[in-house]
């Protein structure tokens, strides 16, 4: 099983079409610190749909909690801040792929202490920071099923 974290998110419809993404897949989610919105949020709950009931979730204080719950795991960062992208990496059954703030990413100390495990998606157009949040874990999971299944 693969694993989804998303640590401290800050807007409920990416979480609510991530956790959808989520289901689909049979990817646990971990959702890790504060978030910036009450896990009851309604906006969260439409952009799930009825698919909650499905998705794996597990709520972590900390990384350091999340990595605990995961000790086999090989764990992943997404950033804007790599020149490593998420097609040279090689994905393997149980790999966590951590995703940051949709406003900050992750922190740049994680960011260095991790460096040969950052990847990125590339951007085309230099004028565009970033993608959205949902659609880059659309993305990088779908990477990382098509490698481990085919």
Avoid at 111 to 116: F, G, I, Q, Y
């Amino acid at each position: 099983m693969l694993h989804i974290a998303l640590v401290e998110p800050e807007i409920p419809p990416n979480t609510g079409n991530i956790a959808r993404l989520c289901a689909a897949t049979n990817t646990m989610l971990h959702i890790v610190g504060a978030t910036g919105f009450r896990m009851d949020d309604r906006t969260l709950k439409r952009a799930g749909l009825d698919y909650w009931d499905h998705v794996e979730l597990q709520r972590h204080i900390d990384l350091g909690r999340l990595y605990a719950s995961l000790p086999e795991s090989r764990f992943v960062y997404l950033t804007t801040k790599s020149d490593r992208t998420y097609t040279e990496w090689e994905f393997r059954d149980g790999d966590c792929i951590v995703f940051g703030r949709e406003t900050r990413g992750l922190p740049d100390e994680l960011l260095a202490a991790n460096r040969e495990t950052c990847l990125t998606i590339p951007m085309v157009n230099p004028n565009v920071r970033s993608l959205n949040l949902a659609t880059s874990v659309g993305i990088v999971l779908f990477e990382a099923i098509r490698q481990i299944k085919f």
